[in-house]
């Protein structure tokens, strides 16, 4: 299986401020088709996962523009321009490129 | 509104057996891939399987293939997932998801399934 591994797993973060977490891949995430099957999901606490980005650099419908994705291959970043209260949570990078997706440990996002 | 929701879930020991089902409504159910996820307390996720939108293909990780099966009815716009001999380690709340393989465009509330003696 391919491995996803997060970094960092903890990140307290200033209201206001930027946040970036990183995601890296076992093997390459391009899929025969052409694309990148990388997506990033929010969980708050207490909640269910929601849909952030897909297929790398997308944004989910609803999802702020503070939130973006970037990168190829096997490296991947998250990053939230500006962090507001409501952005606690845990972040997963998820892969759908290999049988079976598999999941970063996930990122624990809090407000210092 | 899109909406998922499961039920079935609750206690049962090593062994048994247990059905979830998913009631879906605010989309077209027959036109999409559906999923279930899993996470353990305290956990991250975990993929447990998906079905095709007419149920013709049925792909499951290697932890669970064998022991669970995903199946649908899209007259009732419902997903179920029958689980059988349960382990403690199937311990986890169960995610019905609209997506497949590819990403996850939204997710049910979730079931808790304990399995303990």
């Known amino acids: 299986d391919v491995v996803m591994t997060q970094s960092p797993l903890s990140l307290p973060v200033t209201l206001g401020q930027p946040a970036s977490i990183s995601c890296r891949s076992s093997?390459?995430?391009?899929?025969?088709?052409?694309?990148?099957?990388l997506n990033w999901i929010q969980q708050r606490p207490g909640q269910s996962p929601r849909p952030l980005i897909y297929?790398?650099?997308n944004r989910d419908s609803g999802v702020p523009d503070r939130f973006s994705g970037s990168g190829s291959g096997t490296d991947f970043t998250l990053k939230i321009s500006r962090v507001e209260a409501e952005d606690v949570g845990v972040y997963y990078c998820?892969?759908?490129?290999?049988?079976?997706?598999?999941f970063g440990q996930g990122t624990r996002l809090e407000i210092k | 509104e899109v909406q998922l929701v499961e039920s079935g879930g609750g206690l049962v020991q090593p062994g048994e057996s247990l059905r979830l089902s998913c009631a879906a409504s605010?989309?077209?159910?027959?036109?999409?891939?559906m999923s279930w996820v899993r996470q353990a307390p305290g956990k991250g996720l975990e993929w447990v399987g998906n079905?095709?939108?007419?149920?013709?293909?049925?792909y499951y990780v290697d932890s669970v293939r064998g022991r669970f099966t995903i199946s649908r009815d899209n007259t009732k716009n419902s997903l179920y997932l029958q689980m059988n001999s349960l382990r403690v380690e199937d311990t986890a709340v169960y995610y019905c998801?609209?997506?497949?393989?590819?990403?996850?465009?939204?997710w049910g509330q979730g079931a808790l399934v304990t399995v303990s003696s």
């Open positions: 998801a609209r997506g497949g393989t590819y990403y996850i465009v939204f």
């Open positions: 605010g989309f077209t159910f027959s036109g999409s891939w």
């Open positions: 079905i095709k939108e007419d149920g013709s293909e049925k």
């Open positions: 093997q390459s995430l391009v899929h025969s088709d052409g694309n990148t099957y």
């Open positions: 297929k790398v650099s």
């Open positions: 998820m892969q759908g490129t290999h049988w079976p997706p598999t």
